[in-house]
């Protein structure tokens, strides 16, 4: 860490604008008096994921005085042995690593003997034993460690500690610091270039960014050039993983956010040096890219491999790095919306310290709430990432995912989609679990259980989206999207790792198959049309997953336990089906008390099933609604949600004047027609073969079609 950065650390660590995060820092340092029940001698951790209780997936209870009892906080059952000792030393020596980092920067702010000693002692005793650790681990996709189960943990640990001794070498004997060196920075680097991983991910950031710490603390050419230079090294990871327009391919905000922290780790430590990254443009589109798709309500998407939707709030620590680098007022609009909006989040991170501004809360709190309401309201699209956002005046909102297929930690969900409705989850992507839950790979990571469409309820394979248009209207907006097996080839091809454990998929399922997809959102409504097409007769499943309570009308509602491709019936809960009518409306009573009109038409016989299915956090369900045809070339699904506030005398679902109804005339075009309370709307579609045309009726646009 250059002079310019322990500066700014000294200076805010003295200022009360930062005492919430002087006052984290001092609570982080408190871990190094747990020392004594650290094994530093003999250490084997085990991969953290497996720290979670297997029936809610809560984290379980870390607890320094109980290494061999480990509780769920939610359900209270108590696990013990193995993997969850082991567990317990992973997550020990990860707040040993962060403490000592911790202890280093308070150290620089409020110099204390003792606790520089403390530190020290760790970095000594690591120093000591580092080399007799065993290698181990047998985690799916991933590397081993010495002290931990992988080696992405390896690299997490190691860039705490090589940080803190960064900032407390010159407090090192010679003889100290040699044997750091040699004991721990020097076989740590050797460790990971030989394990790191060969292919573009997330983790090879993480390793690539330490390896380049390694090096440059170490001033060894030849380790930095392996963590930066060579193929798959740090250059490669952000040439090739950071998309167009600054999303990380992965296709998760959550794994967005750990790549750019590891970038930014290596940031501190190559500041101002000839591998600094401040003026690298990959670095700025990085901080750029969440604001766009930033939704209505303060929310980031969960989308993939990510945890439950997060508010911006929990990204602001980013940001105080993103403003002090580059000075952008929607950086600023962030922060103060943050700190002093409605949220109130504290400022007490780690990067407040390190990169915040004293005035960076100077605007009236309703500038900056207005700021980042327009920035939330405002529509996104993009080819490179393949997320659109679309807005409407009257609420709504929706992102629809089409793009490049995200490896590992994709969810194989092509055209899948989620929206709202003022700010608040309507049609929900839940993101998934600890990837020690069973509920991971048996649910969450299913083609089937998000709101798209599949052959049979199987996994769909590999494959990229495509946006075909997008359109903005007076009455509102729409797009087109597209997905086929055609080809096998998909972008990342042959730049990532698909181990055979982890295809769920089987291509025969979905040979000669295609998707298509229009999406709009108009006054009081929002439109959803699937075309799926196949060269042989295929079963086809439209699946939706709804925040609220199915009211279901109608009768003939019978216990099921439909197969859907290859899912365990157990994540299907409460199961019950039907044979569909040619026009459906159901009722949804959501969380805040209002009422989704929910329309639904086939294009073909098929059968509905509703079930109670898993939510995140695994405590909640989401209402999830079925749609299978029988054995066809193709079919169309068309829905309309309407929303409707929660008033007393509220009519049934199954009322005349709610339906949805769908022709189709000889030349062609399907006419479709939404009718309820809020207003009737009407609109035509035309398949052509490139794309569609689709228009609302009664407009100067259906006017110009009809005498084209």
Request: with cysteine; hydrophobic share 40%.
């Amino acid at each position: 860490m250059n002079e310019h950065r322990r500066s700014k650390l000294r200076r805010n660590g003295r200022s009360p604008v930062f005492e919430m995060g002087m006052s984290r820092l001092r609570e982080e340092t408190e871990q190094l008096k747990k020392l004594p029940y650290v094994p530093f001698a003999v250490a084997i951790g085990q991969w953290t994921h497996e720290h979670h209780c297997h029936a809610d997936g809560s984290a379980l209870r870390f607890d320094w005085e109980q290494p061999l009892r480990h509780l769920c906080p939610v359900c209270g059952k108590v696990y013990t042995g193995e993997p969850f000792d082991g567990c317990w030393v992973s997550i020990a020596h990860n707040r040993i690593g962060k403490a000592v980092y911790y202890a280093a920067l308070l150290y620089t702010i409020e110099p204390d003997a003792g606790l520089l000693e403390m530190a020290k002692s760790c970095l000594l005793a690591y120093a000591e034993h580092y080399d007799s650790y065993e290698v181990h681990g047998s985690i799916p996709y991933n590397g081993p460690g010495k002290l931990f189960a992988q080696t992405l943990d390896e690299a997490h640990w190691i860039l705490d500690l090589a940080a803190g001794f960064d900032l407390l070498e010159e407090r090192f004997t010679p003889e100290e610091a040699a044997g750091v060196r040699s004991g721990l920075l020097k076989p740590c680097a050797e460790f990971l270039i030989a394990n790191k991983e060969n292919q573009i991910h997330n983790h090879a950031v993480l390793i690539t960014s330490a390896i380049c710490t390694l090096g440059i603390l170490l001033g060894d050419e030849a380790i930095i050039a392996a963590g930066h230079d060579w193929e798959y090294g740090l250059r490669d990871q952000m040439d090739r993983g950071i998309l167009g327009d600054g999303f990380w391919y992965e296709g998760s905000l959550s794994y967005h956010f750990y790549a750019l922290r590891a970038l930014l780790g290596f940031a501190l430590v190559a500041e101002g040096s000839a591998w600094c990254l401040k003026n690298d443009p990959h670095l700025k589109s990085m901080f750029d890219f969440p604001l766009h798709v930033l939704l209505p309500g303060g929310w980031m998407p969960s989308l993939n491999d990510a945890g439950p939707a997060d508010r911006m709030t929990a990204y602001a620590p980013y940001y105080e790095a993103a403003l002090d680098l580059y000075g952008d007022d929607r950086y600023r609009a962030l922060l103060q919306a943050s700190y002093t909006g409605r949220a109130s989040a504290a400022r007490d991170s780690l990067y407040a310290l390190l990169f915040g501004e004293e005035g960076v809360l100077t605007d009236a709190d309703d500038a900056a709430e207005d700021k980042m309401e327009a920035l939330m309201r405002r529509p996104y699209s993009s080819v490179a990432s393949g997320l659109t956002k679309l807005t409407h005046p009257s609420g709504w909102h929706a992102l629809i995912k089409h793009g490049p297929f995200g490896g590992e930690h994709d969810h194989l969900d092509q055209l899948g989609m989620q929206f709202g409705y003022n700010g608040k989850p309507v049609l929900t992507d839940p993101g998934t679990a600890a990837y020690g839950v069973p509920a991971h790979y048996g649910w969450f990571k299913h083609t089937l259980a998000h709101n798209t469409v599949s052959v049979g309820g199987y996994d769909q394979p590999p494959r990229d989206g495509q946006l075909i248009q997008r359109q903005d209207r007076s009455w509102g907006s729409w797009l087109e999207v597209a997905v086929d097996w055609q080809s096998p080839d998909y972008r990342m091809k042959g730049q990532i790792i698909l181990p055979d454990a982890y295809r769920s998929w089987e291509p025969r399922h979905y040979e000669g198959v295609s998707f298509r997809r229009i999406i709009a959102l108009a006054d009081h409504l929002v439109l959803d049309i699937v075309l799926a097409e196949s060269e042989a007769a295929r079963v086809f499943c439209h699946a939706q997953h709804m925040q609220g309570t199915w009211e279901a009308g109608g009768n003939g509602w019978v216990p099921s336990s439909f197969a859907f491709g290859s899912i365990d019936d157990r994540w299907l809960n409460r199961q019950r089906a039907r044979t569909s009518l040619p026009s459906e409306s159901f009722r949804l009573r959501k969380p805040d008390n209002g009422m989704l009109h929910v329309h639904g038409w086939c294009s073909v016989p098929s059968v509905m099933t509703v079930a109670e299915t898993l939510d995140i956090p695994m405590t909640g369900i989401r209402t999830t609604l079925i749609n299978a045809t029988e054995a066809v070339h193709g079919a169309m699904f068309i829905s309309a949600y309407v929303h409707e506030a929660d008033e007393e005398g509220a009519r049934p679902a199954e009322s005349d004047r709610e339906r949805l109804r769908v022709r189709t005339s000889t030349a062609g075009t399907w006419h479709i027609d939404v009718e309820s309370s809020s207003g009737n709307q009407r609109f035509t579609l035309q398949w052509g073969a490139e794309a569609a045309t689709f228009l609302q009726a009664g407009t100067t646009e259906e006017e110009e079609l009809n005498h084209g």
